[in-house]
C-alpha cells in the first residue's frame, strides 16, 4: 500500500505560469516532508521541505503548502521557467521507523 | 572528488552474469543507501547502512547483496538477476538516517 501518492503522472505548464504539483499521504504518523526534484541521467536533488508544525515553507520561486487534516500537501512553483522541466518527487518520513517514502513522481514540462 | 559518485552509469547484463555496482561518497556521511527507480513506481528503499552496520533490508531477493567496507563505500552484488530487474539503482548518503540525503546519479542497469 503507497504510503506517499503522486496522483498526476505528468503536468504541462506554460513558461511564466504557475505549476502546482500535488502529493497526498496516508501515514498520519509522517512528520516531515521533502519534495526534490530530478533530471534525466542525474539523481534526485533536493529542493525543498516542511515540518509538520508548519502549514507554509517559501524558497524563492518554490513554496510548499502541508494541509495536514487532509493529508495533503503541494508544491507552487511561480513563475516557471523552462529550466524546472523534471520529475518532481514528494517524500515524507516520521513515525516508529522515520524511514523516508517516496511518491511515484510527476514529470513536470513547462513550455517556452 | 566531491558528493556521491556512482559505477558503472550504465550496465547491460545477461541473466547468468556477476556484476557490482560501486557508490562512494567524499562527504563525511554515516548512512548510506541503496534505491531502486522503475517506470511509474515510487523510489523503493533496498538496503540501509549506518556506520558501516546493515539496519534495513527491505525484503529485497537474495539475488542483491550489499556489501558497505566502510562509511564511504557501498556496494551492490548482482548474480542471476531476472530481466524484471532492470531499472535505475540509485546510491544515497546522509550524515543522520533517513535525514539530508545527497543521492548518486545513478546506474542504469538492463538485464537481458
Known amino acids: 500500500d503507497q504510503q506517499v501518492k503522486q496522483n498526476s503522472p505528468s503536468l504541462s505548464v506554460q513558461e511564466g505560469r504557475i505549476s502546482i504539483l500535488n502529493c497526498d499521504y496516508t501515514n498520519s504518523m509522517f512528520d516531515y516532508f521533502l519534495w526534490y526534484k530530478k533530471y534525466p541521467a542525474e539523481g534526485p536533488t533536493f529542493l525543498i521541505s516542511i515540518s509538520s508544525i508548519k502549514d507554509k515553507n517559501e524558497d524563492g520561486r518554490f513554496t510548499v503548502f502541508l494541509n495536514k487534516s487532509a493529508k495533503h500537501l503541494s508544491l507552487h512553483i511561480v513563475p516557471s521557467q523552462p529550466g524546472d522541466s523534471a520529475v518532481y518527487f514528494c517524500?515524507?518520513?516520521?513515525?516508529?521507523?522515520?524511514?523516508?517514502?517516496f511518491g511515484t513522481g510527476t514529470l513536470l514540462a513547462v513550455q517556452p | 572528488e566531491t558528493g556521491v559518485t556512482q559505477t558503472p552509469r550504465h550496465l547491460v547484463m545477461g541473466m547468468t552474469n556477476k556484476k557490482s555496482l560501486k557508490c562512494e561518497q567524499h562527504?563525511?556521511?554515516?548512512?548510506m543507501y541503496w534505491y531502486k527507480q522503475s517506470a511509474k513506481k515510487p523510489l523503493e528503499l533496498m538496503f540501509v547502512?549506518?556506520?558501516?552496520?546493515?539496519?534495513e533490508n527491505n525484503s529485497v531477493p537474495s539475488r542483491f547483496s550489499p556489501e558497505c567496507p566502510n562509511s564511504s563505500h557501498l556496494f551492490l552484488h548482482l548474480h542471476t538477476l531476472q530481466p524484471e530487474d532492470s531499472a535505475l539503482y540509485l546510491c544515497?548518503?546522509?550524515?543522520?538516517?533517513?535525514?539530508?540525503?545527497?543521492f548518486g546519479s545513478g546506474t542504469r542497469l538492463t538485464v537481458v
Open positions: 544515497a548518503s546522509s550524515q543522520e538516517q533517513y535525514y539530508g540525503y545527497t
Open positions: 562527504l563525511g556521511h554515516n548512512a
Open positions: 547502512y549506518n556506520f558501516k552496520e546493515q539496519t
Open positions: 517524500a515524507a518520513n516520521g513515525g516508529a521507523t522515520n524511514k523516508l517514502i
